[in-house]
């Protein structure tokens, strides 16, 4: 099973990305100083000095908005798009502002828009970021049953000689992991396919019985465990660490995301036995006969956030990520890649 089976095309997302870019390009001023791929969009407001550029970011929770629906808990997808958007911008060493979302339904269910905006609110509240508006649209048609999708706007800013984007990563430095929560908001369209999840009772009560390799929570609450905030981490880092690279692992997995900040001529060298993979995720590769290489493209692998400093710095990054591991290394590149994964001692393809 693949992520293209179960109805996701990633090479077609980034074509897409590939085909759009002149498009964007066209309508860019001298206040936009960088293009599309990083982890959040630049907009320089001011000469180059404090509070010189805004960085923005929209995101969606993606499928595991069905799943949310089939078990019938929605309070965590709340702080699914905040956590995810803040880490966006948070890669790219902004602080977050103020946040905007968007909440559409077929027919609008007043217990579950609360529960969700209610989520919303907390995890900005949390992370001291400004709900200030978000749109409600109730579209018979578009939408069937309880279903509904939720989208995210966030803004920060940072001061422009403080911008993170990887520029000045270079052979040597170290890749240093950050331990995810679980599937985050990535991959549920396989996960929903590699179990067998659909509109039927047998499904709703296979939520609901305690998983399979953790009999203390439901399957459910494992798939459903909200996305992880990295925002404390990152400020302490910020303060304390020198830091050259930041990637988010969102979809396509560490090779997707990990290649964002990777300087041309250079390549991430990434060793998966440096870590243990959660069993979440073996889970639902052995339910699937999902191979290796396409779930590191579509799930996140129990590695959230991925920092890049050099080797002196590694100790620092440990201290504040208490939960992080050195998972990789920067090298010289032999070829176009700027990732490559290595498990048991040879190339992933």
């Known amino acids: 099973m693949s992520y ?16 759009i870019r002149g498009l964007a390009a066209r309508t860019h001023t001298d206040r936009v ?5 990083h982890f959040g969009g630049f907009y320089r407001i001011g000469p180059a000095g404090p509070g010189a ?12 908005l069905k799943v949310a629906t089939l078990a019938g808990h929605h309070a965590g997808i709340g702080a699914d798009i905040v956590n995810h958007c803040i880490n966006d911008i948070a890669a790219c060493g902004a602080t977050p502002l103020f946040f905007l979302d968007y909440f559409g339904t077929g027919k609008l269910n007043p217990e579950i828009a609360v529960s969700v905006i209610g989520g919303i609110a907390a ?4 992370a001291g970021v400004a709900l200030i508006g978000g749109e409600t649209a109730e579209m018979p048609g578009v939408y069937t049953g309880d279903d509904y999708d939720l989208v995210g706007t966030i803004v920060g800013i940072v001061d422009a000689e403080s911008v993170v984007d990887g520029s000045d990563i270079t052979a040597g430095h170290v890749l240093v992991g950050i331990p995810s929560s679980g599937f985050h908001t990535n ?14 009772d047998a499904t709703r009560e296979r939520l609901a019985a305690p998983a399979p390799f953790e009999p203390s929570r439901s399957l459910a609450e494992v798939l459903l465990e909200p996305h992880r905030s990295y925002l404390p981490v990152v400020r302490q880092l910020q303060a304390e660490a020198q830091v050259s690279g930041m990637a988010h692992i969102t979809g396509g997995g560490l090779p997707g995301n990990v290649s964002r900040i990777i300087p041309e001529g250079l390549v991430a060298r990434i060793d998966t036995r440096t870590w243990q993979v959660p069993a979440p995720f073996s889970f639902v590769a052995e339910a699937g006969n999902v191979s290796d290489s396409e779930c590191y493209r579509a799930f996140n692998m129990g590695i959230g956030y991925v920092v890049v400093c050099a080797p002196e ?9 208490t939960d992080a591991v050195v998972i990789g290394e920067i090298q010289p590149a032999d070829d176009e890649r700027r990732v490559v994964l290595i498990q048991d001692g040879t190339e992933l393809q």
């Open 4 to 19: 293209r089976s179960a109805g996701v095309d990633i090479d077609a997302a980034d074509s897409v990305v590939a085909g």
């Open 33 to 37: 100083p960088t293009g599309l791929g």
């Open 53 to 64: 550029t805004l960085v923005a970011s929209i995101d969606g929770v993606g499928t595991k």
């Open 123 to 126: 995890a900005c509240e949390s």
């Open 187 to 200: 991959g549920y369209s396989l996960i929903r396919a590699a179990l067998g999840l659909n509109e039927s």
């Open 313 to 321: 710095d590694v100790p620092v990054v440990t201290r504040i990520a």
